[in-house]
């Protein structure tokens, strides 16, 4: 069986380019078994910052693995 576990990571950058984060701002949140429960999570973690331009969060996708039973 191949899984995928889904993070959504982001924070403070410096810029709105988003190409350096603030140190200390970073955020890492999951892992999640699903991408509808990381979507959740990135859009309630979005719309909290909302007001602050150079705040972004995005989902990541690890590689899926092969688990044996």
Not at 14 to 27: A, K, L, P, Y
Not at 35 to 48: G, I, N, P, V
């Amino acid at each position: 069986m191949h899984q995928s576990r889904f993070w959504v990571v982001g924070g403070e950058y410096t810029s709105c380019n988003c190409e350096t984060i603030v140190h200390g701002t970073e955020r890492v949140v999951g892992p999640f078994e699903s991408r509808m429960e990381a979507e959740r999570t990135w859009r309630t973690l979005s719309e909290d910052h909302r007001p602050q331009a150079q705040v972004r969060f995005t989902i990541a996708q690890e590689p899926p693995t092969t688990l044996s039973a």
